[in-house]
């Protein structure tokens, strides 16, 4: 599986932007697909993430609320919609893929397949 990530940008806080992911190569329907993201400095952390074949979303508490997480099983796409962006959602975000079961979904180490991050910058 080769996840491509993209939609990054640079925004005011308070601004949205989509990104997206799409996979190459099939999800497995039991694989969870989500985001995480890296800030400057800090360790990668869990963002969202949903099963392939679900429709419950997870999220980290820091975005519940102003993100959304869909996918597109037809186009084997999954989206993160980030409304009310802060500064502090500054980060490279990255797509990944893996056989992670739900407890261990919001760990970077549950997932096998990784995009190559796209980087959100919100400035002030």
């Known amino acids: 599986v080769q996840l491509q990530a993209s939609g990054g940008g640079s925004v005011q806080a308070g601004d949205s932007l989509r990104l997206s992911c799409t996979a190459s190569?099939?999800?497995?329907?039991?694989?969870?697909t989500g985001w995480f993201r890296q800030a400057p400095g800090k360790e990668r952390e869990f963002v969202s993430t949903?099963?392939?074949?679900?429709?419950?979303?997870y999220y980290a508490n820091s975005v519940k609320g102003r993100f959304t997480i869909s996918k597109d099983n037809a186009k084997n796409t999954v989206y993160l919609q980030m409304n009310s962006l802060k500064p502090e959602d500054t980060a490279v975000y990255y797509c990944?893929?893996?056989?992670?079961?739900?407890?261990?979904?919001?760990?970077?180490?549950?997932?096998?397949?990784w995009g190559q991050g796209t980087l959100v910058t919100v400035s002030s």
């Open positions: 990944a893929a893996g056989r992670a079961i739900l407890s261990t979904s919001s760990l970077s180490s549950a997932y096998n397949y």
């Open positions: 190569g099939g999800i497995v329907n039991n694989y969870f």
């Open positions: 949903i099963r392939w074949s679900g429709t419950t979303p």
